[in-house]
């Protein structure tokens, strides 16, 4: 018996493994609509990509998940152009090569603090000992957040990216997001009374300059919300892809033979990583007017979502989707967005994801995991493991 086809991102099974479902979606549904949770899917990689690139007709101002809670707040991921394209001017100043692969040594010493005091015991936990906390030293680093409240904001981002089973955002999940504001808040106008050489420093002397030439100084207010969107961007999103590469290069040992042979490989590998299981699996938008796609209008004032985790999987564009292949040739992916919206921190992300499988090679390249303790953490769109126990003895 062939079962309804019926896609609920917030299901703990669809959470669990969505690739049988996404696989239907593009058979069966390419224009998805979800009438109880009000929304339509588009999981093909070319009307994702064709999508990404059409920000007038799907907008990102009515939110980027499918809840939308974050719809009105004053993120850069939520504006649309042109009121988008000058404030991305301003953070797009913070993510120069130069200071990006400045970074490289922080990343090594920060790897080898993390992952030296195992060599020799019996294992530890991938996640919480190791992908959580490299991301969060570095846009610690980067952003010039003091060490002695990294953790802490670490916690925060957990609580508050927590959801139900309907989407709805628990109480502490709201508290959370209180506390991480008034937090940033304290950061900034410390910063802005002892100015430094980090990114908060560089953004609260930055100017900002809009269509009609008329240019102003960021306030705490805006300043506060910039580094709120920039530690959680990130954070999170590196911490589940290097967790989700473990995992990979696990299950494909003579894969992960080559790479410790031959690190050349590692650019590969990453965006292989990157496709093979997305730590944000999909992006929010919202109809301007009425889209017409595959026989199917979706009506203007609509939610839509752009699975990008069913994108990567598209047998239209790759080979056996499933199989991790670091051979494989990607010429472009949706992994970090496309177009207006794409990810400001991919050059950092990817080269993060790139020193931390270097370092985690050297010290131990015969790593087991521990499948019994893997668990998988609750999230609307951010697709990740929340533990992950490997044995390196
Ligand atoms: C593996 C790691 C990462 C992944 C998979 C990822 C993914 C994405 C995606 C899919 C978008 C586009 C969202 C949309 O179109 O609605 C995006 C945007 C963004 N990302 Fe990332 N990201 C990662 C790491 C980072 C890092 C390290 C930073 C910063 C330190 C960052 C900062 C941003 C910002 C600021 C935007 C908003 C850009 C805009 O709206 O113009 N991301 N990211």
Request: aromatic share 8%; net charge negative.
């Amino acid at each position: 018996m062939v079962r309804e086809l019926v896609y609920n991102p917030y299901l703990w099974e669809t959470q669990h493994n969505p690739y049988p479902i996404y696989a239907r979606l593009r058979d069966e549904a390419p224009v998805y609509h979800n009438p109880d949770l009000g929304f339509y899917a588009l999981s093909r990689y070319a009307d994702v990509l064709a999508a990404h690139k059409d920000p007038v007709t799907f907008v990102s101002s009515h939110g980027v998940t499918l809840e939308g809670g974050e719809s009105g707040q004053d993120l850069l991921i939520t504006k649309d152009p042109p009121l988008h394209d000058w404030h991305r001017k301003v953070v797009s100043r913070v993510f120069t090569p130069r200071r990006v692969n400045g970074l490289e040594p922080f990343m090594r010493e920060t790897c080898a603090r993390l992952l030296d005091p195992f060599v020799g015991e019996p294992g530890f936990d991938a996640v919480e000992q190791f992908s959580i906390q490299l991301p969060l030293a570095v846009i610690g680093e980067l952003l010039g957040i003091p060490e002695s409240l990294r953790q802490e904001i670490h916690h925060l981002a957990d609580r508050l990216f927590t959801r139900d089973d309907t989407g709805g955002i628990p109480a502490d999940a709201a508290a959370a997001q209180i506390e991480m504001g008034m937090l940033l808040y304290g950061i900034v106008t410390d910063r802005r009374a002892h100015l430094g050489d980090d990114v908060i420093s560089l953004l609260i002397t930055s100017d900002v300059t809009d269509d009609d030439g008329r240019t102003w100084k960021l306030t705490d207010e805006e300043l506060t919300t910039r580094v709120l969107e920039l530690a959680f961007a990130g954070h999170e999103t590196v911490a589940r892809l290097v967790a989700n590469g473990v995992v990979a290069l696990a299950w494909y040992p003579a894969q992960r033979a080559e790479l410790v042979a031959d690190r050349s490989r590692l650019p590969d590998a990453v965006e292989e990583m990157l496709r093979w299981d997305a730590p944000s699996h999909y992006q929010g938008r919202w109809t301007s007017t009425d889209v017409t796609l595959h026989d199917t209008i979706i009506p203007a004032d609509t939610r839509v979502i752009l699975v990008t985790g069913a994108a990567n999987h598209d047998e239209r564009v790759y080979d056996e989707p499933a199989h991790f292949d670091l051979h494989r040739r990607i010429d472009t992916t949706v992994s970090f967005g496309y177009g207006v919206h794409f990810c400001l921190g991919a050059s950092l992300a990817r080269l993060e994801t790139r020193i931390a499988f270097d370092e985690l090679l050297d010290r131990f390249p015969e790593y087991g995991i521990d499948e019994s303790g893997i668990e998988r953490m609750r999230s609307s769109n951010v697709r990740g493991l929340s533990k992950l126990p490997i044995t390196v003895a």
